[in-house]
């Protein structure tokens, strides 16, 4: 059975209030959207808190703390790399992960989120 809405009176200052809100942060959602849908895979999440912590790391550090494969990291950097969660540089043959700088106050509160449950198991 779905939700039946029986409300009396609609508060149409409320209701475009809300509207042009919503309407004028649609970038924003965008963007929490495009980080939440790419870091709500679990390794994903792993190397955001990883890189969090650390501030960069190369995709052999990643494999060894993670024991996965190198190709199996470099698929989820990449992708990651291509929604502008990361950033990467260079240095001889080594290349290294970090946080997007545009990115990190958003994906910070969720990393202190994943500190705060490992200090409370304590």
């Known amino acids: 059975m779905g939700i039946k809405c029986i409300r009396v009176f609609a508060d149409q200052k409320q209701i475009e209030s809300c509207r ?10 965008t963007n ?6 790419l ?13 969090k912590d650390e501030g960069e790391l ?7 703390i993670l024991g996965m494969s190198i190709p199996a990291i470099s698929q989820h950097l990449r992708k990651m790399k291509d929604g502008n969660i990361l950033i990467s540089r260079r240095t001889g043959q080594t290349i290294f992960y970090s ?6 106050k958003i994906i910070e509160p969720i990393i202190s989120n ?6 409370n198991q304590k």
């Open 20 to 29: 042009h809100r919503v309407g004028s942060m649609s970038q924003a959602f």
């Open 32 to 37: 929490l959207s495009k980080i939440l849908a």
């Open 39 to 51: 870091g709500g895979n679990e390794v994903r999440l792993k190397i955001l808190f990883l890189l």
């Open 58 to 64: 190369c995709p052999c550090d990643i494999s060894d």
């Open 99 to 104: 946080l997007a700088e545009g990115q990190k």
């Open 114 to 119: 994943i500190h705060h449950e490992l200090i």
